[in-house]
């Protein structure tokens, strides 16, 4: 397994969970690094991003989610507040460490590694 993620949970709506994803693999400060969520019967879907200072959010997320890095423990997190129960799904990182533009940060498909997926569900 190249990306390891964890963290996820059944927690109430309004609630708050941080998820993290690691590798031993591959240096994150050198890569674009994605969580993206599938709902069941749903597409996969783009949720944040972040490459060097640059960050981007879903609409549907933003000001209730934050994804940074921890260079020295080589992680990334997400952190996900005021969760609704609509943000349930299963929750993948994906990296890449290919050079595009920042502006396709959101296209899953600009991504060549991913992880496991941890389960996030919210209850009403």
């Known amino acids: 397994v190249q990306l390891q993620a964890s963290g996820g949970g059944l927690v109430q709506a309004g609630t708050s969970l941080r998820l993290s994803c690691s590798t031993s693999?591959?240096?994150?400060?050198?890569?674009?690094v994605g969580w993206f969520r599938q709902a069941p019967e749903k597409e996969r879907e783009f949720v944040a991003a972040?490459?060097?200072?640059?960050?981007r959010y879903a609409d549907s997320v933003n000001r209730r989610f934050t994804i940074s890095r921890d260079n020295a423990k080589n992680t990334v997190s997400l952190q996900m507040n005021s969760l609704k129960p609509e943000d349930t799904a299963v929750y993948y990182c994906?990296?890449?460490?290919?050079?595009?533009?920042?502006?396709?940060?959101?296209?899953?498909?600009?991504?060549?590694?991913w992880g496991q997926g941890t389960q996030v569900t919210v209850s009403s």
């Open positions: 994906a990296a890449s460490s290919a050079r595009w533009n920042s502006g396709s940060l959101h296209e899953k498909s600009r991504y060549e590694y």
């Open positions: 693999e591959f240096t994150f400060s050198d890569m674009s």
């Open positions: 972040i490459r060097g200072r640059n960050t």
